[in-house]
């Protein structure tokens, strides 16, 4: 019998379960990867197994989402 296999290149993206929900929204409104699903295997609470090549996007809106976080509130009267 012949047997087939399914071959994926991607990476593991290790990371918290917040984040991990920050990745996945991500996917969900298509602001990573051209709007095309990049979350391939999820790995449990602390990783995922995504596309190759798409870590550097998801950099990208982690450290946006750091920054906006990380600025003081501050508005003029």
Do not use: R
């Amino acid at each position: 019998t012949m047997s087939t296999f399914n071959v994926e290149k991607g990476e593991i993206f290790k990371c918290d379960t917040i984040l991990k929900e920050f990745i996945k929204h991500l996917q969900q409104q298509g602001k990573v990867n051209q709007g095309v699903d990049f979350i391939l295997h999820d790995l449990g609470e602390t990783g995922l197994f995504i596309k190759s090549g798409v870590s550097d996007q998801l950099f990208e809106h982690v450290n946006a989402l750091m920054d906006s976080n990380a600025k003081p509130d501050i508005k003029e009267k």
